[in-house]
């Protein structure tokens, strides 16, 4: 091995050593959900902006926001100063967005296309359910539609 290429491997094996970490286990200590960052803590040191999303330009895809005082794995983003969170261990809410689709999960799932919500779709089938009046035969059971609406906002928000 020649001089240049020890010397390019020392610097390697010296940048390995005191360069910053790749991936870091940190604790949450804020979450900003219009930014689309939070603040994370590990020992003494903060890191502030770290990015919930790879690119913050506008597009969502798929996002999860971590709990404050939760543990979460960040990683350094290429040769930037940025990190991201890539796993969390305890999620507050995770949106996904496909073009005007939206999935919220979070005390409660939300289902929605633009300004139409399953909630509001199921709702109102098991409301309309319990207004028909059979002449002839059976009623619809009134019970079961009252526990099916209560049902609905259990799981839907």
Not at 69 to 82: G, N, Q, S
Not at 97 to 104: G, L, N, T
Not at 109 to 134: N, P
């Amino acid at each position: 091995m020649d001089k240049p290429e020890q010397i390019r491997q020392g610097l390697r094996k010296l940048a390995a050593e005191v360069g910053p970490l790749n991936t870091i286990l940190v604790q949450v200590v804020s979450v900003d959900e219009d930014a689309k960052t939070c603040v994370v803590i590990d020992d003494d040191i903060k890191y502030y902006d770290v990015r919930l999303r790879p690119v913050l330009n506008g597009n969502e895809c798929i996002t999860i926001y971590p709990k404050v005082d939760t543990w979460v794995l960040i990683i350094k983003i290429e040769d930037d100063a940025a990190y991201q969170v890539i796993s969390v261990d305890e999620a507050d809410k995770i949106t996904m967005v496909v073009d005007d689709m939206e999935v919220e999960l979070s005390e409660g799932i939300s289902i929605k296309r633009g300004a139409d919500t399953l909630k509001q779709i199921l709702t109102l089938i098991v409301q309309a359910t319990q207004d028909i009046m059979v002449l002839y035969g059976n009623n619809p059971d009134y019970v079961k539609l009252t526990q099916a609406l209560t049902k609905i906002n259990n799981v839907f928000k």
